[in-house]
């Protein structure tokens, strides 16, 4: 009985300091904006696909660590999107970036990246505005 009053009070700040998972707990967001510089409004049927990649590799391929799709419905840019990539998938020590590109109905490449957008991880942001170039 002697230590209830420090008893009572610790368990409420054991109690206040625990948090309850929620369904995004185990992800980082990763923001987007993406713009290109023409001065024209893409048609409906156009679609930008985002991707944030794992780039440490320098002789292999990138793996894709989270991708969305959005429809641009014939939508004036800029576009943000918003990714979750997985908290247990960000390694500290790699590198990461983000690509998107746009695509017009029949799939040809109309709009892509082409420098480097580094987010996540080695002091980056994890809000990113890309400007993409045209594709001819």
């Keep these: 009985m002697r230590f209830l009053p420090l ?7 054991v109690a206040a ?4 998972a929620g369904p995004d707990a185990g992800s980082t967001s990763v923001e987007v904006t993406a713009t290109y510089r023409e001065r024209i409004m893409l048609p409906p049927g156009h679609v930008l696909t985002v991707k944030v990649e794992d780039v440490s590799l320098m002789d292999a391929p990138s793996r894709v660590v989270a991708e969305t799709s959005k ?3 014939g939508r004036a840019p800029p576009y943000a999107v918003s ?3 997985p908290t247990a998938q960000i390694n500290p020590r790699n590198t990461y970036a983000v690509r998107a590109e746009i695509r017009d ?15 996540l991880t080695q002091g980056a ?3 990113v505005d890309i400007v993409m170039v045209g594709v001819r």
Excluded: Y
Aim: charge should be positive.
């Design 83 to 85: 990714l979750s990539v």
């Design 71 to 73: 429809p641009l419905e």
């Design 17 to 20: 300091c625990s948090s309850v």
């Design 105 to 119: 109905p029949a799939g040809a490449l109309r709009f892509t990246t082409d420098t480097r957008h580094s987010v």
């Design 125 to 127: 942001s994890n809000k």
């Design 7 to 13: 008893i009572a009070p610790l368990a409420l700040v």
